[in-house]
């Protein structure tokens, strides 16, 4: 998901960590004009914490899936290499690199993997493919390459987010690529308010219904705000105004609109100073659980090692606490 990391650049070249935009003009979304939306039979996924082989001391998958329990792994980052070709971050293609590597060991041990395509750095897909029909085709060469059943677009920053010419590619290529894919689902991850999506995050919405894309989970990163912020009071207000406005923009209960909504959190240290503990995080998968939501992740699993520090890291998550503690309480999701 996900994040700025000081360290990132250091330890891997084109790195794609992630971090939430601060965005304060509020937007609107008018329900009349957005029309309806058909909720899929199921949008419900196991957890999947965010792992980016080659970075951060990247950990053994199996390793984790043994401890923990965990059945799925969002792997981080499939950017733009040459022009609208898809790579892993690092790497000069898909295959034959450590990603690759994971993907066997993930699978080996029973486990599913999710690609993440975008992040915070490094060049995109939305802005490298001129249409969203080379964008589909991107994003058609990942799903080959992995075999997976569910893609997430975590769509950020000035290139992406912010940029509404994108916003609107991103879209109309997730739904050209869900009709070429009966069954696959579709994952929008993007940053957020205290109280849910930002101005950006609105438009990204009312866009989504007004070009029909049939987004599966639209997953916020709740984090990241300033330090001091209590992050479980910040996690469920802004899922509740995510869910807001999805009630209103689509036209969907309660119940239907928690169906498409996930959280993505971060463990530990945030680079803003805000500190998620295992015991929050707990409280945070409760949540999600009791409210019947779509999705729950974590950045990350490379970071779910204990340590002290005054800074976010690669390697571990700032606080005290057991190997893999955070993504055991994400299994139980």
Known sequence: MKL???????????????????????????????????????????AAPYLYPGWGDAPDPAEVVAATGVQAFTLAFVVAGDGCEPVWTGETGLTGGVHDEAIQAIEAAGAEVIPSIGGWSGDKLGPACSTAQELAGAYQKVIDATGTTTIDVDIENADEFQDHDVQDRILEALKLVKEDNPGLRTILTFSTS????????????????????????????????AEGTDILTATE?????????????????????????????????????????????????????????????????????????????????????DDWAFTTEAAKF
Request: glycine share 8%.
């Open 4 to 46: 700025s990391w000081k360290l990132a650049i250091a330890a891997v070249a084109l790195t794609a960590a992630i971090i939430p935009v601060a965005i304060s003009e509020a937007g609107t979304t008018d329900a009349a004009t957005t029309g309806a939306a058909t909720v899929s039979e199921s949008t419900s996924m196991p």
């Open 237 to 321: 207000a802004a899922t509740e105004g995510l869910k807001e406005l999805l009630m209103s923009t689509f036209g969907w209960t309660e119940a239907e609109a928690y169906a498409h909504v996930g959280i993505s959190a971060m463990n530990g240290l945030s680079d803003r100073g805000e500190v998620t503990t295992l015991d929050t995080f707990t409280q945070i998968r409760e949540y999600a659980t009791e409210h019947g939501l779509a999705r729950l992740s974590v950045w990350s699993v490379n970071r779910d090692r204990g340590c002290t520090t005054e800074e976010a890291t690669s390697d571990c998550s700032g606080i005290t606490q």
């Open 194 to 225: 205290t109280t849910g999506p930002n101005a950006d995050g609105q438009r990204l919405i009312a866009r989504a219904a007004e070009l029909d894309a049939d987004i599966d989970v639209f997953t916020q990163m709740p984090f990241n705000f």
